[in-house]
C-alpha cells in the first residue's frame, strides 16, 4: 500500500506542476539563504579570531594587572618584565610562539599640524615566527631593529600624502609621564586585512619604542599563540608566571577579552533560530498550496475514501506530498547555496567601503567557510520542518466525509 501511495504521491505533484513548483521553490531560497547565512556568521568568527590573535590579543594576552582599569587613562607607564616572560614562556611545551609589543597613541607632525595616530612597537625577529607578517609589507621593506624605522599602514600614509623615504616626526606620552619626540623614516608600506590597521597604525623597531617611550627593557603586552585551548592554556601560563613574577599579571584568552567576538558567538546561537524562522515561512507556502490542493480534490477524496481508503492513508498521501516536494526544493537550494558559498569562499566578499572608518577586528574582506556537516543540517532541518508543515492540512484531509466530498462543486 505504501508503494501505492507513494506512487499516486509523485503523480499528483506532476499533475500541479505550478503549484508544486511554487513550493519547491520557497523551500529552495529558504535553504539557500541558511546555509549562506551560517557560512557567512563561520566566516566571520573564524577571521575575527585570526585577527584577534595575529594583531590585537594573541591567543592568549600577558598584560600588568592594573592595565585594563586604567586602560582609557593610557597607562603605559604599566609595563611587565619581557626578560622573565622570555624565559618562563620558552620552557613551555603548550606554547608556540609569541611576540612582546608596545602599543601606544601618538601624533604625527606632517605639514605644520598634528595627526593622532596609532603605533607599535615588535621584534619583528620575532613576528616572523609569529605570523606571515611579511606578506603584509606592501612596498619596501620591514623596518630594521635599532634604526629610526617605520612601516606605516598604506591608507594612512596616503591620507597624509607620505612615502617610502619620507621622515616624520612622532609625539607620544612616556612612561615617565612626560612628552617625546621621534623622527622616523618611512621603509616600508603595509596593506593588513582589518581595515583600521591600515588608516590608523604604524609599526616601528622595539627597541627604539621602548627608548622613544623611557620604557628600558619592558613592555606592555605579550603576546601568546598555543597549542592547547585557549582558556586552559591561560589558566596555566597564569599559574606559571604567578610562582615567577606574583600577582602582578593579567592573563586572558581572547576569547574572553574580545567583546565582539562573544556577540559574534552568540549571534551564531541567534542565526540558528534565525534559519529555523526563514524553514517556518517557506514551509506556509506548502500549508497554503496543500490546503488549495485538497479542497480542489474534495471530490477526487470523496471518492477515494467511498473506495475504502481511511483518513490515516490520506494524510499520509498528502503528507508524502509534502516530503518530496520539500526534500527536492531543500535539495536544490541548499546545493545552489553551497556553490555560492565555494565561489565566494575563493574570491572573497569586498567590504572595504562598508567597513571604512569603523574600528572592528573583522577583514574588509571575508570569506564564507563552507562546512558539509552544517550543510547536511540545513538539508535535514528542511526536509523535517516543511514535511512537517504539511501534517496541519493533511489532517483536514482525513476528517474529510466522503458524502459531503462528494456532493462538493
Known amino acids: 500500500m505504501t508503494m501505492k501511495l507513494i506512487h499516486v504521491a509523485f503523480r499528483n505533484i506532476s499533475r500541479n506542476k505550478r503549484r508544486s513548483l511554487l513550493s519547491g521553490i520557497a523551500i529552495a531560497v529558504a535553504s539557500m539563504s541558511i546555509v549562506f547565512?551560517?557560512?557567512?556568521?563561520?566566516?566571520?568568527?573564524?577571521?575575527?579570531?585570526?585577527?584577534?590573535?595575529?594583531?590585537?590579543?594573541?591567543?592568549?594576552?600577558?598584560?600588568?594587572?592594573?592595565?585594563?582599569?586604567?586602560?582609557?587613562?593610557?597607562?603605559?607607564?604599566?609595563?611587565?618584565?619581557?626578560?622573565?616572560?622570555?624565559?618562563?614562556?620558552?620552557?613551555?611545551?603548550d606554547v608556540t610562539a609569541y611576540v612582546p609589543r608596545i602599543t601606544f597613541p601618538s601624533a604625527f607632525y606632517v605639514n605644520g599640524g598634528n595627526h593622532p595616530a596609532v603605533g607599535i612597537g615588535a621584534d619583528f625577529s620575532l613576528e616572523a615566527g609569529y605570523s606571515d607578517f611579511a606578506s603584509s609589507v606592501k612596498e619596501g621593506r620591514i623596518p630594521e631593529a635599532g634604526k629610526n624605522e617605520m612601516l606605516i599602514g598604506s591608507v594612512l600614509a596616503r591620507d597624509l600624502k607620505l612615502d617610502i623615504g619620507d621622515k616624520v616626526t612622532i609625539i607620544s606620552s612616556t612612561a615617565a609621564r612626560g612628552n617625546n619626540a621621534m623622527t622616523l623614516e618611512i621603509v616600508g608600506l603595509a596593506a593588513f586585512p582589518v581595515a583600521s590597521l591600515n588608516s590608523q597604525f604604524f609599526w616601528a623597531p622595539l627597541d627604539r619604542v621602548q627608548h622613544f617611550l623611557r620604557m628600558d627593557n619592558e613592555v606592555l603586552e605579550v603576546l601568546v599563540m598555543?597549542?592547547?585551548?585557549?582558556?586552559?592554556?591561560?589558566?596555566?601560563?597564569?599559574?606559571?608566571?604567578?610562582?615567577?613574577?606574583?600577582?602582578?599579571?593579567?592573563?586572558?584568552?581572547?576569547?574572553?577579552?574580545?567583546?565582539?567576538?562573544?556577540?559574534?558567538?552568540?549571534?551564531?546561537?541567534?542565526?540558528?533560530?534565525?534559519?529555523?524562522?526563514?524553514?517556518?515561512?517557506?514551509?506556509?507556502?506548502?500549508?497554503?498550496?496543500?490546503?488549495?490542493?485538497?479542497?480542489?480534490?474534495?471530490?477526487?477524496?470523496?471518492?477515494?475514501?467511498?473506495?475504502?481508503?481511511?483518513?490515516?492513508?490520506?494524510?499520509?498521501?498528502?503528507?508524502?506530498?509534502?516530503?518530496?516536494?520539500?526534500?527536492?526544493?531543500?535539495?536544490?537550494?541548499?546545493?545552489?547555496?553551497?556553490?555560492?558559498?565555494?565561489?565566494?569562499?575563493?574570491?572573497?566578499?569586498?567590504?572595504?567601503?562598508?567597513?571604512?572608518?569603523?574600528?572592528?577586528?573583522?577583514?574588509?574582506?571575508?570569506?564564507?567557510?563552507?562546512?558539509?556537516?552544517?550543510?547536511?543540517?540545513?538539508?535535514?532541518?528542511?526536509?523535517?520542518?516543511?514535511?512537517?508543515?504539511?501534517?496541519?492540512?493533511?489532517?483536514?484531509?482525513?476528517?474529510?466525509?466522503?458524502?459531503?466530498?462528494?456532493?462538493?462543486?
Open 37 to 93: 547565512l551560517f557560512a557567512m556568521v563561520q566566516g566571520m568568527r573564524d577571521d575575527m579570531a585570526q585577527n584577534l590573535a595575529t594583531y590585537y590579543t594573541g591567543e592568549v594576552r600577558i598584560r600588568n594587572a592594573q592595565y585594563e582599569e586604567y586602560e582609557r587613562y593610557n597607562p603605559i607607564h604599566l609595563t611587565v618584565d619581557w626578560q622573565r616572560i622570555d624565559q618562563a614562556l620558552a620552557q613551555r611545551s
Open 226 to 409: 598555543v597549542e592547547d585551548d585557549e582558556r586552559k592554556a591561560a589558566a596555566a601560563i597564569k599559574t606559571d608566571l604567578e610562582s615567577v613574577l606574583g600577582s602582578t599579571l593579567d592573563i586572558q584568552a581572547f576569547n574572553d577579552i574580545s567583546m565582539m567576538y562573544s556577540f559574534i558567538e552568540i549571534a551564531q546561537f541567534i542565526y540558528y533560530f534565525i534559519g529555523v524562522f526563514f524553514l517556518l515561512l517557506g514551509s506556509t507556502v506548502i500549508i497554503n498550496t496543500t490546503m488549495m490542493v485538497i479542497y480542489e480534490r474534495m471530490r477526487e477524496i470523496g471518492t477515494l475514501a467511498a473506495l475504502g481508503m481511511h483518513g490515516k492513508e490520506l494524510t499520509r498521501l498528502f503528507f508524502l506530498e509534502g516530503v518530496f516536494i520539500s526534500a527536492i526544493g531543500a535539495a536544490v537550494g541548499v546545493l545552489i547555496g553551497a556553490g555560492i558559498t565555494v565561489y565566494l569562499g575563493k574570491f572573497g566578499l569586498n567590504f572595504t567601503d562598508a567597513l571604512s572608518g569603523i574600528d572592528m577586528e573583522i577583514s574588509s574582506v571575508l570569506y564564507p567557510r563552507f562546512n558539509i556537516w552544517t550543510t547536511l543540517i540545513v538539508y535535514v532541518y528542511s526536509v523535517v520542518i516543511s514535511a512537517a508543515a504539511t501534517l496541519i492540512p493533511s489532517r483536514k484531509a482525513s476528517r474529510i466525509e466522503p458524502v459531503e466530498a462528494l456532493r462538493y462543486v
